[in-house]
C-alpha cells in the first residue's frame, strides 16, 4: 500500500478554507496521495496586533503547518517577513467580498465614510480591501481604518454602536443584514496560498488539484455546504439557507504571475505598506 505524504495547514476562518474542507470530506486529497490535516481547530483567532502572533502565522513560523491562506498582499507581508521563510504559490480559489457594513442612517454612500473610523483586521483583506476600494471614493487622509480584530468582534462592536462602519465577510454580511444593517460597498478579491518552499512541486501540484475539484462540487450545489460556515459565536443567530449566495464564491487556484505580482506590490508601496524583497522570484513560487 503506497503511504501518502503529509500536508498540515494552518486554519484561516471557514469561508476561506471551504474548497479543503469539501475536499477533505470527498477524500480528494488522498486520491491524489496526500494525507490533509488542519492543524489546530478550525475556528481561528486571528485579532493579535502583530501578524505572526496570529494562529495560523504563528502555527507556519513555528513549524507545525506547512501551509495556509489569507489574503493576497498579506501572502506576500508575511513571506516577505517569514523567519522561516515561505513562498506565494497560487491565488486561493475563494473568491470572497469584503462587505463595508453600517447600522447608522447617517452613513448611506462610501463619502459618507470621510473620517470615519471602519472596523477592520489590521494587514488581512478587511484592511487591504477597505484602502484598495475606499481610495476611489476618498482623498487618502481621510480614509480610517481601526484595527479591532476577528469578524465577530468587529461584528458585535459594528452592531452595539462602538463601531459606525466596519469591513465582514459571510456569513457575517448574511447575519448584519438579517438584524438590520445595510451595505455601502462591496469588494471581492482573491487571496493567496503561502507555503514552505522546501515541498515539492508534485506535492503542491496535487493540493491545487484537489481543492480546484472541490471548488466545482462546492459550486454545483453551495446549500449543501453552507453550514460549514456558520462557527460557534453565532451559532443559533442564523441558519445555513438563511446564508446569500452573493458575496462568496471558489473558481479554480491560479499562478500570480509576474504583472500582478508587480502591479501589486507597488501598490501597497503606495500605502507605506513596502516590501523588502519586492522580487518576484524571492516571494512567488
Not at 495556509?68 to 522561516?84: F, I, M, P
Not at 483586521?121 to 484592511?127: A, D, I, K, P, R
Request: aromatic share 10%; net charge negative.
Amino acid at each position: 500500500m503506497t503511504s501518502l505524504h503529509t500536508l498540515r495547514i494552518a486554519p484561516n476562518v471557514p469561508v476561506f478554507d471551504l474548497p479543503i474542507t469539501v475536499a477533505l470530506e470527498h477524500g480528494l486529497f488522498e486520491k491524489r496521495g496526500l494525507d490533509v490535516q488542519f492543524v489546530d481547530k478550525h475556528d481561528p483567532v486571528t485579532s493579535s496586533k502583530d501578524a505572526f502572533q496570529r494562529q495560523k502565522e504563528s502555527l507556519y513560523e513555528c513549524g507545525k503547518a506547512d501551509a495556509y491562506n489569507l489574503c493576497e498582499w498579506a501572502g506576500l507581508d508575511r513571506s516577505d517577513r517569514s523567519g522561516r521563510g515561505s513562498r506565494v504559490f497560487a491565488l486561493r480559489p475563494a473568491v470572497v467580498a469584503q462587505v463595508i457594513l453600517s447600522f447608522d442612517p447617517a452613513i448611506q454612500e462610501l463619502r459618507d465614510l470621510a473620517g470615519v473610523p471602519i472596523g477592520i483586521n489590521e494587514f488581512t483583506g478587511s484592511h487591504y480591501t477597505a484602502l484598495q476600494f475606499l481610495d476611489g471614493a476618498l482623498p487618502r487622509d481621510q480614509v480610517v481604518l481601526e484595527h479591532v480584530g476577528e469578524p465577530y468582534v468587529r461584528y458585535e462592536q459594528l452592531k452595539a454602536g462602538t463601531l459606525r462602519a466596519a469591513s465582514l465577510m459571510e456569513p457575517y454580511v448574511s447575519l448584519a443584514l438579517k438584524e438590520g444593517a445595510h451595505i455601502i460597498g462591496v469588494n471581492f478579491y482573491r487571496g493567496a496560498e503561502v507555503i514552505s518552499p522546501d515541498l515539492p512541486q508534485d506535492l503542491r501540484d496535487a493540493y491545487l488539484a484537489a481543492v480546484n475539484e472541490a471548488t466545482e462540487i462546492i459550486e454545483a450545489d453551495r446549500d449543501r455546504y453552507k453550514h460549514h460556515l456558520i462557527t460557534a459565536p453565532i451559532r443559533g443567530r442564523i441558519e445555513p439557507q438563511e446564508i446569500g449566495n452573493h458575496f462568496f464564491r471558489y473558481a479554480h487556484s491560479r499562478p500570480m504571475d509576474e504583472g500582478r505580482f508587480a502591479y501589486t506590490a507597488e501598490w501597497m508601496g503606495s500605502w507605506n505598506l513596502d516590501l523588502q524583497s519586492a522580487k518576484y522570484e524571492q516571494l512567488v513560487l
